[in-house]
Structure formats: structure tokens, C-alpha cells
């Protein structure tokens, strides 16, 4: 099993969301976050004073599916994030030792 968390643009929410069931992924959590990156950010003044503000706002998807489904998965991201901007985003993907169900106790691939 692996997991897989995206960092994407907000309004790209949607759009993967539907490309992840196509393909029979329902399981997902989703966090409002702030990141910093190439996209550098804009300046606002306050009180006559210039601040830069770099952190933007983002969504953070994060995923466990099986070893078989991860490429197809991180196809399905990529194709429905991609802007050819800077800011698209990222994804990280990393191994998960087990899964268990809480209300069955079922463990493994089957827990997904």
C-alpha cells in the first residue's frame, strides 16, 4: 500500500475528486493548508509598511491505495492539476506498513 498526498490549487478540488472515483478511489481526506514554493507570492502594504506574503492558499489530498492502483492514480492527479503554471502543485508518495478498519478490524487491502 501506498500513500499519496497532493498539494493542489484550490479550484482543482472538483475536478480530481470526480477523476478519483472514475476510477473507484472514494476514500479520500482533504485539509485546507498554506504553502510557499516558486510561485513566490504577492506584496501587500499595511500601515505603509510592505509585507510579501508567500504562502498561498492550497488543498492537501491524501490517499492510501494499493500497490497496484498507485501509478493510475497519480495519473488521474497530474492530468486533472495540470495548468502548466508554476503552482500546480505536488505529490508525494510514500509506503504504509498496514491498514485496519475500526468498526470490522479487517486489515490489509481489504481495510481500503
Known sequence: MKKID????????EEIKEALHEINIKGITVSQVMGCGNQKGWKEYYRGTEIQMNFLPKVKIELVVSDDKVD???DK??????????GDGKIFVTDI????????????????
Open 6 to 13: 497532493a498539494i493542489i490549487r484550490p479550484n482543482k478540488l
Open 72 to 74: 493510475e492514480t497519480i
Open 77 to 86: 492527479i497530474v492530468a486533472s492539476a495540470k495548468t502548466g503554471e508554476v
Open 97 to 112: 506498513a498496514d491498514c485496519i478498519r475500526i468498526r470490522t478490524g479487517e486489515k490489509g487491502n481489504v481495510a481500503l
